[in-house]
């Protein structure tokens, strides 16, 4: 690249379409549908992502190409930890920065919901029921 006033530049080395090609039939890429092929991908990311800024282009496509494909498996399949209903319950508060009195409607009293919050008080079916449409999840969760 040569700057406005005519000089030449330093420039990245140039993307050569033979290197990602030799780099692709080593990894073979491909959409990821098991934890088994997720495993695999994230044992060939990480030497690229250990190399840092001293990735070839072709390297930085391959990482940004696996990185994808794991970030679209995660997307797919949220992992969710095992949380008892009350720690889900003030897990999903945090989150969703909401507080303790926001639930009043699906317990119907202060210490319902204190009781609730606090691991204290069995939710019911039907507060699982109201806290699942409250959340956006799944009822079970808190049963």
């Known amino acids: 690249m040569t ?23 080593a990894t073979l890429p491909q959409v990821i549908e098991t934890p088994e092929e997720l495993e ?3 044992r060939q ?4 992502l250990d190399k840092g800024e001293r990735r070839t282009p072709e390297e930085e496509t391959l990482c940004r190409l ?4 794991i970030d679209d498996y995660q997307q797919a399949h949220p992992v969710m930890p ?11 508060l945090e989150e969703s920065g909401k507080r303790q009195a926001d639930l009043l409607p699906v317990f119907g009293s202060r210490s319902r919901v204190s009781d609730a919050v ?23 969760a808190f049963i």
């Open 3 to 25: 700057a406005s006033d005519g000089r030449r530049t330093a420039s990245r080395s140039r993307f050569s379409r033979r290197k990602y090609a030799a780099l692709l039939t």
């Open 40 to 42: 695999r991908v994230t």
């Open 45 to 48: 990311i990480g030497p690229l």
């Open 66 to 69: 696996l990185l994808k494909l």
């Open 82 to 92: 095992k949380l008892r209903p009350h720690e889900l319950l003030q897990a999903l």
């Open 118 to 140: 606090n691991g204290r008080r069995a939710i019911s079916k039907a507060q699982a029921k109201r806290l699942g449409e409250f959340f956006h999840v799944s009822p079970a």
